[in-house]
């Protein structure tokens, strides 16, 4: 079983067409292929609202002629800044928090380093337990978002984090956060385990940080294994190692999106 529900498109900020990335998840024999254009906002980064309905039409027609071949998924990356509220006409919502917000100004946390030490040192005064306090808390609102499926990569905030220069990854205070984030959302939403920062050269591990996949193991926190694909190459990123990873923070399942639902699926289906 090969499965990427997190996957862009020249619709928003991926670099292959729709069709591309279908023929290449053929190729590198995936089983299920779900979009996700990142909803309308205004954002370059984000589909028009008429790229949007393009968006739409075009996976409902790649679904059809691929039927035989793989099975694609019309899904959608609703950003926080601007809740859809309704489903429809998507399969499945990924929730994702891509900003932060101060005294009316809004900024983006993962566009590059330089920004997030701009907010950090500027709205912080370099205080990156006061800044992840808020990043979660915000992230916490989408508890109740009875549209949103899946949680989108929980702790982007440490996206230039590799060097532990922002904060340790163990830190107690900001793993006190990043806990009540994933509390709030147990038994409630899939929460997703992405490689995308890998991809991008950013990170060496997926988000979230294995210390909190082991929390969500424990709190019995479902989960789906993403790439966040934005060029084809990378579709299936570091999954064999992030398999291995999963595994040792305890899981032993995974969800697929099947038949319009969410199944659970014994990991070694995906090996
Ligand atoms: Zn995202
Ligand atoms: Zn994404």
Known sequence: MRQNLHTHSTYCDGINPLEEMVLKAIEKRFDILGFSGHGPIREDYAMSIEGTRKYIEEVKLLKEKY??????????????TNRMWVKEPFEYVIGSVHTMHHDGMTMPIDYNRGILECINETWYGADFRKLAKDYYEDVIRMKDWDEVDIIGHIDLITKYNEDESFIKFDDPVYVKYACEAIDAFAGKKIMEVNTGA?????????????????????????????????????????FEETLQMIKSCGYRSMMVFRNGTFEEEDIEIFE
Do not use: F, W
């Open 198 to 238: 890998i991809a991008r050269g950013n990170r060496k591990t997926p988000y979230p940080y294995k210390n909190l996949l082991s929390y969500m193991h424990e709190k019995g926190v479902q989960i789906v294994l993403n790439s966040d694909c934005h060029d084809c190459e990378y579709l299936d990123c570091a």
């Open 67 to 80: 039927c035989d071949l793989i099975s694609i998924h019309l899904g959608v990356e609703e950003d926080s």
